[in-house]
């Protein structure tokens, strides 16, 4: 669907003078470099990357929006910039800070604008409208005009618009960016039902990692430009989450310390969190102990913090 | 084409959405337009005489009514909606349209035009009925070369704001282009006065600009002062330089998505 090859973008600096700053000579700033991705049918694909990574620049090398300095991007088969028609057709785009709504006009019309640029037959619109309008709640906003809708509400509606002519790929560009949690909530829930029941592709960028932890299965990791991991969103997290955590409920018989001299240990009334360093023991191991010093009512292994691993890689500058 | 028509439809409604704003700026025209009339009538009235500068007084308020209609039909609003798009960063979702993003930009100008343009012709036709004996009334066959040049000359227009606008792309501010713009198409069109009235060293340079094509060289044919034969050169002449700007917007858009920085990444 998506092949990216060692794709790269440079942007010119000119030089600029004015009368308050200093000249900067021109130069040439690095956006991607040597990015890969091999996106395939019905696959959720993250994003990761901080402030400045080059994850939008990415997204519209993909989109043909912007030429690549060097290497080659194939949407369907097909160079985006020299067949912006086909490309577009098979794809819905949703920059979370810009709308694709026209925003003077009620969102009901701005649908039926998309029914007829994207040419959608009159029954693959209805399906899609009426899947929109029931599972992002619609109906209340559908005649306002987009312009008089709060940032939640707009972006439930970009949504919609996007999926009208049943896009085969999604590029989602941090598609819940200030949203409150219910919002949040519907958007990913519908997201992770469009990949999974409808097949659609789609590749997200988001800072809100609870996003891509709920929606996507792969992940590729960008920082200052350079990809620096693709793969399963969950090897991501177990390579590089170096705590393993468990979460008890029951009442405490023993010391767990003495059996584990190392670990870390929060108790709480009746609950206890118990993180100790992957190299020290196993988890196996621990659980046996936690059952010798708890008379357990209920145990979690929690699964690695995504937060947690993202923070790592970009403020410790670990590489993968 | 189908698709440009979905585009001008929607840049009808959204103009047509907001009626105080749409109403208030077709006033605005009209105030300078009674100013400009009351002027050219205190210059005769000055000099006494029926002709001013090879201009019979009635040419040449009939100019200054076919030249308030063809320079107001695309609103200061419509004109600058695409830099005011790129400045904010909301012109990538033209980009990511199975559409051309040349045509989305004219279709949206052309929503305006229609409106206002329709809106001032349908004024001024009831003004040269009301006023016909002060007026110049052309023959049918010169009303028929007027308005064939007069819709190349507003093509030509478009086309000229889309490459203003896009170099916005280049720039951090839009209203400078914007002043810049009105001021250079507003003086060499001969939208505030007849290019004839121009000194001869304006007036070669205004020759070589495309700017004259818009207004003066239709209401040329108004007039009667352009023959059939003088037609189908100035038409070519005006192809040519819609043709001109056309390549010119797809060298610019070329070179908009080799170095693009779009607002808010």
Redesign the interface.
Known sequence: MLKIDELEKCYRNKEKRSIFHTTKSKEEKKALDGINIDLKEGQALACIGENGAGKSTLIKCALGILSPTSGSVRLFGEDPRRNKKYCMQKVGVVFGQKTNLWIDIPVIESYKAVKQIYKVDNDTFKRNYEMVMELLELKDIIDVPARRLSLGQRMRADIGLVLLHGPELLFMDEPTLGLDINVKYTIRKFLRQLNQQEKTSIFLTSHDLDDIDEICDDAIVISKGKQIYSGKLDELKNVYADKHIIKISGMKTGNILSLFPGVELTEKENQSIISWDKSCYSVQDVISGVFRMYAVDDIEVREPDIDEVVSRIFTEGVSI | M??FW??L??SI???L??RTSFILNMISPIIVLCGQVLLWKGIFKLNNASDFADMSRNAMFSYILIAFVLNNSLNWSTENSLSKDIRN??V??K??????FLSQNIADMFGGVLIQGLFYTLLVIVIFFIAAKDLFVPSFSNLLLFVLSAILGMILRLMINDFFSLLCFFVTGYLGIAWLKNAITNFFSGAMIPITLFPVTLKSIAGYLPFKYMIQVPISFFLGEYTFADGIKTYTVQILWILFFIILHCLIY?KI??????A??
């Open positions: 189908k698709n979905t585009y439809k929607i409604k959204s103009k959405y907001y960063g909301t990538v979702s980009m990511i349209r199975p559409t051309t070329r998505r080799i170095n693009l920085v779009i808010g990444g």
